[in-house]
């Protein structure tokens, strides 16, 4: 079974500032890796995704995530943090065979607070 | 992507009761998920639900509790039965899209049970 671990549950930084939001993952096979976020009263956003393409991979909003199998991480950044940044992510993982069978399995997530 | 209506948004319901969630697609899909999100919580899976036949359920939940339909390829609805406090919560609808496991989600429906 595959699991995830997003390492701190609230993340402070400032405007402007970077933002990086820790996850790593395990899986007994090569898995895919997604970063969703969560506004406040909000659905779930698709952010980025890897899907064993490129190791860098780039999302909405300029974020953009760095897969790394030696360390079975995915960790989430952004160069300058804006506040509508603000909000809640979670990185997921699924071991699906394209056709999505296995549904997704979720970290806990991490609140990001932006102080203005 | 997909476009996906979950009905209701939210809603305040007594213990004891059940409360019918409706997620519908705005396209034709094998696979749809059902996922709890308990306050202040992760999303977990509840289920899964294929067209024409019976739902798989995640260690921890019973189809007693949660009985799931699935007619056609775009729709599905949740039930969650023989309400109580403890199954206040986000319930949110997905289906998976793209070839790459890419999962869209509905808005969600806000239980609350009082």
């Known amino acids: 079974a595959q699991s995830v671990t997003q390492l701190g549950s609230h993340v402070s930084v400032s405007e402007g500032a970077l933002v990086l939001l820790r996850c790593n993952y395990s899986s007994s096979v090569p898995p895919y890796l997604f970063w969703y976020v969560q506004y406040p009263n909000q659905g779930l956003q698709l952010l980025l995704k890897y899907t064993s393409a490129a190791t860098l991979v780039k999302g909405i909003n300029g974020f953009e995530a760095e897969f790394k199998k030696s360390e079975t991480s995915f960790h989430l950044t952004k160069p300058s943090a804006h506040m509508s940044d603000a909000a809640e992510y979670f990185c997921?993982?699924?071991?699906?065979?394209?056709?999505?069978?296995?549904?997704?399995?979720f970290g806990k997530g991490t609140h990001l607070i932006i102080q203005p | 992507s997909a476009v996906i209506s979950q009905k209701p948004s939210r809603d305040i319901c007594q213990r004891g009761t059940s409360l019918t969630i409706q997620c519908q697609v705005d396209?034709?899909?094998?696979?749809m998920f059902w996922y709890r999100q308990q306050p202040g919580q992760s999303l977990t899976l509840i289920a899964t639900?294929?067209?024409?036949?019976?739902?798989?359920?995640e260690s921890g939940f019973v189809i007693d509790k949660f009985p799931i339909s699935r007619p056609n390829l775009t729709f599905s609805t949740l039930t969650v039965s023989n309400m109580s406090p403890e199954d206040s919560s986000i319930y949110l609808c997905?289906?998976?899209?793209?070839?790459?496991?890419?999962?869209?989600f509905g808005q969600g429906t806000r239980l609350t049970v009082v």
């Open positions: 997921a993982v699924s071991v699906g065979s394209g056709g999505g069978a296995d549904g997704l399995t």
């Open positions: 997905s289906v998976e899209r793209g070839g790459n496991s890419e999962a869209f």
């Open positions: 396209s034709q899909v094998t696979m």
């Open positions: 639900a294929n067209q024409g036949s019976e739902a798989t359920y």
